[in-house]
């Protein structure tokens, strides 16, 4: 019977380890002629009157990424249980020399050697065609640049302990809208910078509070107050007229001051913004919507 694959299997069956012979029939022989050489050894079985006992039984290879070895197992098995048995097998022959493997099962290292470079370069190629296809995405690159300035700039983040020194409690460090706009959107660097101009420190934390009833000298009790933004009022608002339309509404406020943008900011403000402090006794009128005209915004400073 003439078939290169079982010509070589038969031939070298029982002189070296299956391994070995694996990797030269995998390594030399297509999947295809893999499944042609189990399905005419198949049939020499099937052709038998009378089969052993435990025989194995022949099983259609479903899965495609490792049908190639799951079916030269198969034919392996079926050499095996044969053997065991004391079959006698048909004489199979190669009528191409040139479709043997040209060294021996236990010469098989260039074969392994060749199949894994084969399989490596298959893989290399896939990953650079998807390399490929990433590099024409737009803005691709871009976004990993972003993605960067981010993670450095997240490492500029100030302490905690910095952090907590622009709200103590009650008062707001006195930034404008533009500054915090700014120190979101700093580079690298930057943070250090501006915590050395405006002197954040945490020397600049409440340590302690009086509480001595009676003294020569007076303290001035603190008087709790929310300091909300508000934006979105007309441009030609005024910290006059903003205190005067909340005091109007019972609100009694602590502090009014406008926000103004830097003198080099690419785009000029259409609306007023304010940052307005007030005591926490009237925050109910002053988180009302109704004490506020259409359109304005209040939000957490």
């Not at 001051?257 to 007030?278: E, G, H, I, M, N």
Request: proline share 5%; aromatic share 8%.
């Amino acid at each position: 019977m003439v078939n290169e694959l079982l010509c070589y299997v038969r031939n070298n069956f029982g002189k070296y380890p299956k391994d070995l012979m694996g990797v030269a029939v995998l390594g030399f022989y297509t999947e295809q002629e893999v499944s042609m050489a189990k399905l005419l050894l198949k049939e020499f079985v099937d052709s038998m009157d009378e089969k052993p006992d435990g025989f194995p039984r022949m099983k259609n290879r479903m899965d495609k990424n490792n049908r190639h070895k799951l079916e030269l197992d198969d034919i392996f098995g079926l050499f095996t249980a044969l053997d065991a048995a004391k079959i006698v097998l048909p004489i199979y022959v190669a009528a191409d020399l040139q479709h043997l493997p040209l060294v021996i099962a236990g010469e098989v290292d260039v074969f392994g050697l060749a199949a894994a470079m084969k399989r490596l370069s298959t893989q290399v190629d896939s990953l650079s065609k998807q390399v490929a296809k990433q590099k024409v995405v737009p803005g691709i690159a871009d976004l990993i640049t972003r993605v960067e300035t981010l993670e450095l700039q997240n490492k500029a983040l100030p302490s905690i302990a910095a952090a907590a020194a622009f709200y103590d409690g009650s008062q707001v460090n006195q930034l404008s809208a533009s500054s915090w706009a700014t120190t979101a959107s700093c580079q690298p660097g930057e943070f250090e910078r501006m915590n050395q101009h405006y002197k954040i420190s945490t020397a600049a934390k409440t340590r302690v509070r009086g509480s001595a009833p009676a003294s020569k000298i007076k303290g001035v009790p603190r008087i709790p107050t929310v300091a909300p933004f508000v934006g979105r009022l007309y441009i030609t608002t005024s910290e006059n007229d903003l205190t005067e339309m909340l005091s109007q509404a019972g609100v009694k406020v602590v502090s009014c001051r406008r926000l103004t943008q830097k003198p080099d900011a690419k785009y000029q403000w259409s609306t007023a913004a304010f940052f307005v402090s007030c005591e926490a006794s009237c925050q109910d009128v002053f988180y009302n919507e109704a004490t506020w005209p259409e359109g304005a915004e209040l939000r957490d400073w």
